[in-house]
């Protein structure tokens, strides 16, 4: 398995998750261990977009639980219907959060996040498995370009993270 990623230098975020694709599906096909996948995919977004804070947390019980992850530390638990993360398990689709500080309840892991985008994973029937979260540095970064191109990529590999 190649541990190379090409990155496309591009501005393009479209372009950017299109080309990296195919390399994360051949990454977790490689890979049977959930933690070590999503540790990966959380680096390559890490690394492909430079965003603040890249992670997974996972559905154990009544609770998400702190996976891998890039990033300042993070809060290991949240409650269902808590925060961004909860919230977008309770509701079953993506969140994209503009503003953080205008979002009721959110969970505030580093003031230096100011913008969020949340996409839950399910699994074959339909239950939410765990969510991928990503933080940046910068007001309103996210488009529905990563929510449409990020479900993809959950709709894809989410079966080999949890
Ligand atoms: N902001 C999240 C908490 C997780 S951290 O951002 C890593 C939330 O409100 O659920």
């Given amino acids: ?35 070590a996948n999503m540790a990966n995919v959380a680096a390559v977004l890490r690394q492909a977009f430079g965003f ?7 559905v154990v019980g009544q609770e998400l639980v702190l996976g891998p992850f890039q990033g300042p530390l993070a809060c290991s638990r949240i409650g269902f219907g808590k925060g ?5 398990w309770k509701a079953r689709r993506s969140i994209r959060v503009p503003d953080v500080d205008t979002f009721p309840g959110h969970i505030a892991c580093s003031s ?27 007001p309103d970064d996210f488009t529905p370009v990563d929510i449409s191109c990020l479900e993809e990529w959950m709709q894809t590999i989410g079966g080999r993270l949890f």
């Fill in 112 to 138: 230096e996040s100011k913008s969020e985008i949340v996409i839950p994973v399910f699994d074959a029937k339909g239950q939410v498995t765990g969510i991928l979260d990503i933080d940046s540095d910068k």
């Fill in 1 to 35: 398995m190649a541990e190379n990623l090409i990155i496309p230098p591009t501005a393009d975020r479209r372009e950017l998750y299109t080309a990296l694709l195919p390399q994360i599906q051949a990454l977790v096909a490689g890979e049977s261990d959930p933690i």
């Fill in 84 to 88: 961004v993360c909860g919230a977008a």
């Fill in 52 to 58: 603040f804070w890249v992670g997974f947390y996972r």
